[in-house]
């Protein structure tokens, strides 16, 4: 997973899957399928830690939030933050908290200054530090593949499909 939410927020009436992440967690808990070998890797970003205090604008999405009245990058995280774990004051990537993007059971990887979005959550401001865009993929995907058994070094063919395939691949699913 690469940024997911992988149980039930601790106030499960808070959760927007309605129910889902809670059946799932219960009925399919952590790695659940890794004693068949299925391997399971968790990607979180650290970016931003969650703030509920007025603040100064340091940056163009601060200006944003402010003007609408938001506060701060760390004021929304903080709002995201607390829906999903019950705690806003904790690091994350501007959407969900670092702790909560780690399944248990997986090979947990976690990004600095890695954010939630394409865009600065809640804006338009475009960002090059989220999940899929191109210096970040290269921090997590070959993790990715050494899990799968693809070899990353050397050739590019290696098991049935080529690697730019499948990095072309995942970029094509992380942009849409």
């Not at 039930?8 to 004693?35: E, I, N, Q, S, W």
């Not at 830690?49 to 340091?58: E, I, M, R, S």
Request: net charge negative.
């Amino acid at each position: 997973t690469v940024g997911a939410i992988p149980r039930p927020p601790a106030d499960v009436g808070t959760c927007v899957t309605r129910g889902a992440l809670a059946y799932t967690d219960k009925m399919y808990p952590g790695a659940f399928l890794a004693d068949e070998g299925v391997k399971y890797i968790s990607v979180g970003g650290n970016a931003i830690v969650g703030d509920d205090t007025k603040q100064l604008p340091v940056s163009d999405a601060d200006e944003l939030y402010a003007t609408r009245g938001e506060g701060s990058a760390s004021r929304v995280a903080y709002t995201s933050y607390e829906a999903v774990c019950g705690q806003g004051g904790v690091a994350g990537d501007g959407v969900v908290p670092l702790d909560w993007t780690q399944l248990e059971g997986s090979r947990q990887i976690q990004l600095e200054g890695v954010l939630h979005s394409i865009n600065e959550a809640g804006t338009t401001i475009a960002t090059d530090r989220w999940y899929g865009s191109d210096g970040v993929i290269d921090r997590w995907l070959p993790a990715v593949l050494e899990e799968a058994g693809i070899n990353s070094k050397g050739s590019e063919k290696s098991g049935a499909f080529g690697l730019s395939d499948l990095q072309n691949w995942v970029q094509g699913v992380l942009q849409s």
